[in-house]
């Protein structure tokens, strides 16, 4: 059934029931009040010998028997002592981490397991917010065991009522009070937290326990008095040796006895104890607030038609003691003119705030909920079951009228002369999907046989990649055509000579290029240079290397120091190559001499290397040998590493006569290799670092030469001849149409 826009405030106090139903007023400030009832219980339920819950039962039952709360909300209050209430004054924050700050404070404010209790938070009016930062904030905490609510919703549960909101009795009276007393409080910008607005002292005197709330319409502070009428009752029965009956009715008659006097002789103890614990209740909010003062009290609670009572608080707290007369905020001539709502007034003030807050008027109010979510949400999920089963019914008939449909289309085309062609469909469909399948498992074996041979050729690929390498270095070196063009001097010849060959794999080749060391010595060659700088500008191929001109390349000491990252190097797996040698050829200066050599022919050279696809070419002639760039074997970066100085060295005397004793040793055999990987050990043990290996017979017999000792470095990451084929077969497919063809095979 849908929801009407009335709500029903209950208040099941421990004398009587109190129930009121409002619904919107004419006015934002007003609502309508067109029902109510006021039942009292045959015993209180605090009185020894009373079944609480067969009277709240009973008294349930009577007010349903009068009333329908059907489609209607319904709002209902717990005692303010079986809660909790905090409020909380935040630190600048953002705005949108206030639940998460809220939600630690919770862990920290409430003494129980957050699974064990049900709690709502709201945020206080008269903070401010600039920037997405909440200023001056204050947080209402409020918690409730989950026993305890249980306990108050089991009795409404039974009698058949669905309860929207449970809302502890002291803020049901803030919202009254806010809605109905202090309508002239300024707005929330006007707020200012250090000269607020006088507050007001809202006091509603119980059966057992009295409700006290402090509030301004911004801040509040609440406390549950334990005093009410009950005690007022029990000093009576003490002092005067009455029943308790007996008692309870001289007290609600106090004015119309014998002898006045003696009853409030006899209540004047627990006059006095209501006022200390009042005094004290106002000292303390005073004292945590200071900016504070109070204006008035409001009186509610039968208990305050005591004669003499209200003017003896005013007169003891040199405050104002207001009692209410009427709502002002409550329309409605058929409950406001009803006796029996005049004569308990002062009763209805929790169901008013119930009902203020079940209607979601008034400025400033609070709309906290401990009602349990599980219940919400078994409401949500019941609300919306009709809607599914509406849902679910529409989509069966659909299927059903689409099923006859369909039914009734095949039975206008269903023949037997369309079975044989059916059949020989089907046939065709299994036959197809047969052959997909065998198709499926050859192409399995042809993976499989691709795979194998790929394993096969590539370890045929791996046993040449060590041949290429070295053949690679070997072309490197700067060599002569013919033995006739070689100086007879070695200070002539261009040659340089390798005397050690190392190749160190490493994980991660940037790791070595990045290296401060390699940082400082590594020279781009000038086509590299200008490629790194623009990479569609030409670059002379015969361009020598720079001469190294840092103060880094002439002193040594300076390598570890800082210098600028730079080129991008190379990466991933790899091997680091180191060749150490030596020249004696010095006139251009040693080290721009393997500059201009070594190096930049590992910078730009192309080596002969046989095919891996043997193919005919042009002429007819298979083409066996082809050219292959260094770049393309997976050399580069190649770095001269701390140029020594060059130094005068002794070696051995080409033109000495060789000793007799120790054939062997002349010139042809002790002379320095012709260049190559070879080369150093032509020279003797040390390959030439040294004195070169002189015999015995002919010690004495040496000339001096200036030598220059080399150390180059360079990557590679082996490029095998399949993969090598791969690449250029995959951009001669690339290329443009008309390209020439590859003049570097021959």
Known sequence: MAKSDAVWGIDIGQCSLKALRCHPGDRPDQITADAFDFIAYPKILSQPGADAGELIRDALAQFLSRNTVRGDRVAISVPGQNGLARFIKLPPVEAKKIPDIVRYEARQQIPFDLADVIWDYQRMGGGAEEEGFALETEIGLFAMKRDQVHRALEPLIKAGIEVDVIQLTPLALYNFLLFDQLTERPSADQYDPDAPPASTVILSLGTDATDLVVTNGFRVWQRSIPLGGNHFTRALTKELKLTFAKAEHLKCNAASAQDPKVLFQAMRPVFNDLLTEIQRSIGYFQSIDRHASIEKIVALGNAMKMPGLRRYLSQSLGIDVVRVERFRGLVGSEVLDAPAFKDNLLCYGVCYGLAVQGLGVGRGTLSTNLLPREILKDRFIR??????????????????????????????????????????????????????????????????????????????????????????INQCLPRYETPEERPKEYDKRKELHIASFTADQVPDLSTWFNSPLIQHWYRPSEKAAAAAADPAAPAD????????????????????????????????????????????????????????????????????????????????????????????????????????????????DPGAAPDAAQPGTGPAAAGPGAGGLAGGAAL???????????????????????????????????????????????????????????????
């Open 541 to 652: 191929p015969a361009a020598p290397l720079p001469a190294a001109t840092s103060p880094i390349a002439t002193d040594p000491s300076m390598m570890n120091s800082e210098v600028p990252a730079g080129p991008a190097g190379p990466s991933g797996e790899g091997w680091v190559v180191t060749l150490q040698g030596f020249t004696y050829y010095t006139e251009e200066g040693g080290a721009d001499f393997v500059r201009n050599t070594l190096l930049k022919s590992l910078e730009d050279e192309q080596i002969v290397l046989p095919v891996a696809d043997p193919k005919p070419g042009p002429d007819g002639q298979t083409i066996t040998e082809e050219l292959v760039s260094l770049k393309d074997l997976g050399i580069s970066h190649p770095v001269l590493i701390n140029p020594l100085k060059e130094e005068i060295v002794p070696i051995l």
């Open 684 to 746: 003797g043990g040390d390959g030439g670092m040294g004195i070169p290996g002189a015999a015995a017979g002919t010690r004495g017999r040496t000339i001096m030469l200036k030598r220059f000792d080399f150390l180059v470095r360079f990557a590679w990451k082996p490029t095998p001849p399949a993969e090598r084929l791969k690449k250029k077969t995959e951009g001669d497919a690339a290329g443009a149409e008309g390209a020439e063809p590859d003049a570097g095979a021959f």
């Open 383 to 472: 609300s919306k079951k009709p809607w599914a089963v509406a849902a679910a019914a529409l989509l069966l008939l659909g299927c059903t009228i689409g099923y006859a449909s369909l039914s009734m289309a095949l039975g206008t085309v269903e023949n037997e002369e369309f079975k044989p062609a059916e059949s020989q469909v089907t046939t065709v469909v299994s036959m197809a999907r047969d052959l997909d399948s065998k198709k499926t498992d050859i192409e399995n074996e042809i993976k499989k046989a691709q795979e194998i041979g790929d394993h096969l050729v590539g370890n045929v690929d791996n046993r040449v990649l060590w041949l290429e390498l070295l053949r690679a």
